[in-house]
């Protein structure tokens, strides 16, 4: 079993950003969770699937083959064979992938590959269920979180400096409709592990996150 750190929270805690900083601080290959479950929604809206039919969704997944490589330390997804990491990040395929990763048949398939990457390699993995399912026995469990109008404005201004028009307050909407339904659907919710420090970002910098996971995960060396 490698070192793992699980990182869970909602929408736009700034998990990837602290994680990726803190995979580089301690040597660790940074697993992005989310960017599978997102493979797994562009193959749906590729392959016109009904994201909202459980049954068409469960279906098809078999046929989704996800695979990570890391090029100079950055993840890549590759799905059937295509490097589809370019077009993970969009908001359609943000909340396809929230309304899919509620079917348990798409869950199914990416645990293996998580867990398997977890006990093959040192890293810090995020997402939502990776403290309390995937990792259970981490080595490091945060629980990363801000106020839904903290995460709205980061998201705002991310889009807003790439040049994309964009609202606010539809912003805030879409996440906390996403909030609503990664924390209450039946297979693998999102909630913090018993065992998982909380860190709420909302009034800190990158640098402070940082530095306060890499204090938390030295001290369980
Ligand atoms: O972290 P993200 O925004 O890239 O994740 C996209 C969606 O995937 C998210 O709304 C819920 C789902 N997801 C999940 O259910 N379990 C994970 N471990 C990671 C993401």
Same mark, same amino acid.
């Given at each position: 079993?490698?070192?793992? *750190?699980? +990182?869970?929270?909602?929408?736009?805690?700034?998990?990837?950003?602290?994680?990726?900083?803190?995979?580089?601080?301690?040597?660790?290959?940074?697993?992005?969770?989310? &960017?599978? !479950?997102?493979?797994?929604?562009?193959?749906?809206?590729?392959?016109? %699937?009904?994201?909202?039919?459980?049954?068409?969704?469960?279906?098809?997944? *078999? @046929?989704?083959?996800?695979?990570?490589?890391?090029?100079?330390?950055?993840?890549?997804? !590759?799905?059937?064979?295509?490097?589809?990491?370019?077009?993970?990040?969009?908001?359609? +395929?943000?909340?396809?992938?929230?309304?899919?990763?509620? %079917?348990?048949?798409?869950?199914?398939?990416?645990?293996?590959?998580?867990?398997?990457?977890?006990?093959?390699?040192?890293?810090?993995?995020?997402?939502?269920?990776? @403290?309390?399912?995937?990792?259970?026995? &981490?080595?490091?469990?945060?629980?990363?979180?801000?106020?839904?109008?903290?995460?709205? =404005?980061?998201?705002?201004?991310?889009?807003?400096? =790439?040049?994309?028009?964009?609202?606010?307050?539809?912003?805030?909407?879409?996440?906390?409709?996403?909030?609503?339904?990664?924390?209450?659907?039946?297979?693998?919710?999102?909630?913090?592990?018993?065992?998982? +420090?909380?860190?709420?970002?909302? !009034?800190?910098?990158?640098?402070?996150? +940082?530095?306060?996971?890499?204090? *938390?995960?030295?001290?369980?060396?």
């Amino acid at each position: 079993m490698g070192f793992n *750190i699980a +990182v869970d929270g909602p929408a736009g805690a700034g998990k990837s950003t602290i994680a990726k900083l803190v995979a580089k601080k301690m040597n660790l290959i940074y697993v992005d969770t989310g &960017a599978m !479950y997102r493979a797994m929604a562009l193959y749906f809206i590729k392959n016109d %699937v009904d994201i909202n039919n459980v049954e068409a969704v469960a279906k098809a997944c *078999i @046929g989704a083959d996800i695979t990570l490589k890391y090029e100079e330390g950055v993840q890549m997804v !590759y799905l059937n064979g295509e490097n589809v990491t370019a077009f993970l990040r969009t908001e359609e +395929v943000g909340n396809a992938a929230s309304v899919t990763s509620g %079917v348990p048949q798409v869950r199914a398939r990416l645990l293996e590959l998580q867990q398997t990457l977890a006990k093959n390699s040192d890293c810090i993995m995020d997402g939502r269920d990776i @403290g309390t399912c995937i990792l259970p026995n &981490a080595d490091v469990k945060i629980y990363l979180t801000a106020s839904s109008e903290v995460r709205a =404005k980061r998201r705002y201004d991310e889009l807003v400096s =790439k040049g994309e028009e964009c609202d606010l307050a539809k912003i805030q909407e879409d996440i906390e409709e996403r909030d609503f339904r990664d924390m209450n659907r039946e297979v693998a919710p999102l909630k913090q592990a018993e065992d998982a +420090v909380l860190v709420d970002s909302s !009034y800190m910098s990158i640098d402070e996150v +940082v530095e306060r996971i890499v204090g *938390i995960a030295e001290s369980c060396k």
